[in-house]
């Protein structure tokens, strides 16, 4: 007997859905999963937008029938216009598609494995040191400039090789408005209007856009005439060779891949330091054990990656933090046929959501899921009914997705747990970060989620 599929549940009410959604859409979706379910249909765009939070449902998108879906969804719309991150990232790793994709990725992924990773070890430790140095004890710091300014650091040194004070990496960080042009626009039906009009904040964008462009093909030039033996990702992507017909990458296609890493691989790192600072200012029992423990395996040396597995509370820190505020805001994808999921039906050409902070709070996988508890990823004491349970076996592997699932998932996945955790532990062992009286600060979800006023902090030296 096969079972009645039936239409997901969901609002109603095109303009309402819209506006909760461009204002700040977290509290919003939280609520509709919880009083619709693991699937609800959002009336929102052109079509309608389905939200997937169990994790069985979102196994079922990303990784069972990954092959049922694809990522071009702003391209899909009327007119095929250019989505806001295709606007920066041009057809890189993070926006391309299909075989395109499957090819690039392939001749990407030998940077990433873990031994070539267990190689930055060093940049990460002594890049971290670096920016402490510059601090003094009751310095109030903005910890997301700091730990942006530190994370672009570190992917300009490791993948590019180039430093921070150079012209590529400042045009990065002070040069391109985060709030401006098409990453404004980004949610909003007439994106693709608004980021033509002659407004100031679109013709910024665009001019940095077009700085950052120049640079990098100066940068490309530069190793073109060099030695050609560069180890670097750049040398890397120019030495690169279609298996089948022997042909280079254009220089377009270097630029934009360039530009996909320097950006997903600093914003995203640089907002999961920002909030664990943040949680741990909040839980001062937490942070008393993450110094602890890094003055027993440390002492006052820099951290190597042979001192990984004993940082255990630390990086459990940092895995908790990517769980309550998870960087990147979803994974958005396009149905190319009908397909069901949870009993329900969800027809072709729809767009499907999997917004990680949703998943993340689902009180099945996660008791008290607001409650920042690092020990949730450690096995330990039996007394704590929150100690260990997301270790435990027979808990889905997609209860928690920071880094998305399936053939898709995150290039950057190791590097980022490492750079994470380093930086956590340089920094530590010096600093202690408390938070400023009076300063509430409010998650902004665009493409990743940060405090919309960045993060003021009074700096302790210890
Ligand atoms: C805490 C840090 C990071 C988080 C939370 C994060 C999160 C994610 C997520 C969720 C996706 C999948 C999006 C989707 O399925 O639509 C993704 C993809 C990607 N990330 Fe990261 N990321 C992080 C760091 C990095 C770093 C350090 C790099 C590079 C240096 C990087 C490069 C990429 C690339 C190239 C993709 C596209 C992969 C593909 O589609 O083949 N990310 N990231």
């Not at 007997?1 to 959604?21: I, N, V």
């Amino acid at each position: 007997m096969s079972m009645q599929l039936t239409a997901p549940p969901g609002p109603a009410g095109r303009l309402r859905a819209l506006l909760a959604m461009s204002g700040n859409p977290l509290h919003y979706v939280t609520g509709l999963r919880d009083r619709y379910g693991p699937v609800v249909r959002i009336p929102i765009a052109s079509r309608d937008l389905y939200l997937v939070s169990s994790p069985e449902a979102v196994q079922e998108v990303l990784v069972t029938s990954h092959r049922n879906f694809r990522k071009d969804v702003m391209r899909a719309g009327r007119g095929k216009w250019a989505a806001p991150l295709e606007v920066i990232f041009g057809n890189g790793l993070v926006t391309s598609d299909g075989q395109f994709h499957r090819q690039q990725r392939r001749l990407i992924q030998p940077m990433f494995h873990r031994e070539r990773i267990a190689g930055y070890g060093r940049a990460f430790a002594e890049l971290s040191d670096d920016i402490q140095a510059g601090w003094r004890d009751g310095d109030r710091l903005d910890m997301q400039a700091e730990m942006t300014e530190l994370t672009l650091a570190i992917v300009a040194r490791t993948l590019f090789d180039v430093a921070l004070d150079s012209d590529v990496a400042r045009t990065i960080s002070t040069g391109i408005p985060r709030d401006e042009g098409p990453m404004r626009w980004d949610s909003l039906p007439f994106a693709r209007h608004l980021a033509k009009l002659p407004l100031p904040g679109n013709k910024r964008f665009f001019a940095a856009r077009d700085d950052l462009d120049a640079i990098i093909y100066r940068l490309m030039a530069e190793r073109r005439r060099g030695d050609g033996q560069g180890a670097d990702l750049l040398s890397l992507l120019l030495a690169a060779r279609d298996a089948d017909t022997g042909e280079p990458m254009d220089d377009r296609q270097v630029r934009d891949e360039t530009v996909t890493l320097l950006m997903a691989g600093h914003e995203t790192m640089a907002s999961a330091l920002t909030w664990s600072y943040h949680l741990l200012g909040g839980n001062p029992g937490a942070r008393r054990r993450m110094h602890e423990e890094i003055d027993e395996v440390l002492g006052d040396r820099l951290p190597t990656v042979e001192d990984l597995p004993r940082l255990v509370w630390t990086d459990a820190v940092l895995s908790e933090a990517m769980r309550l505020y998870p960087p990147v805001m979803g994974a958005a994808r396009r149905s190319l046929a009908d397909f069901e999921v949870e009993g329900h039906r969800i027809p072709k050409d729809s767009f499907v959501g999997i917004i990680p902070w949703v998943v993340h709070r689902d009180p099945r996988w996660w008791p008290q899921p607001e409650r920042f508890a690092p020990q949730r990823w450690i096995e330990g004491d039996p007394a704590d009914e929150l100690s260990g349970h997301a270790v435990r076996p027979g808990r889905p592997r997609l209860a928690y997705l920071p880094f998305g699932g399936g053939p898709r998932q995150c290039i950057g996945n190791t590097f980022s747990r490492m750079e994470g955790v380093m930086a956590l532990a340089t920094i530590g062992r010096h600093w202690e970060f408390e938070p400023v009286e009076g300063f509430t600060v409010d998650p902004l979800a665009r493409i990743t989620i940060r405090p919309r006023n960045g993060l003021p902090m009074s700096a302790r030296r210890r």
